[in-house]
């Protein structure tokens, strides 16, 4: 099954606290989003899996994680190329 993914609804996953993105994950949600995605990389990506968890176990029991995407992005740094891990996760809502 693929996704047609937007930035209208992915949540990208920073330096805020994880409560903030999980707000934001529900606000989609709460606005008529069926499906949303939450992207990280390198140490956010454990911030982005507690995200996922949180919004699909404590806020919305009808959503659940269908599709967990890992990656590793390469990214220039001067005249170095730096990998970086990166995670991508789809949550929808259930039928």
Partial sequence: MVYK???DNTVYIGKKETMAYVLA??????EGAEDIFIK??????SK?????EITTRRFLSNAEIIDIITDTEQIK???KTINVSSIE???KVKE
Avoid: H, K, P
Wanted: charged share 25%.
């Fill in 89 to 91: 996760i789809t949550i």
């Fill in 40 to 45: 990280a990389r390198g140490r956010s990506i």
């Fill in 5 to 7: 993914m937007s930035d």
């Fill in 77 to 79: 740094d001067g005249d």
């Fill in 48 to 52: 982005a899996v507690d995200v996922a």
């Fill in 25 to 30: 994950s529900v606000t989609l949600f709460n």
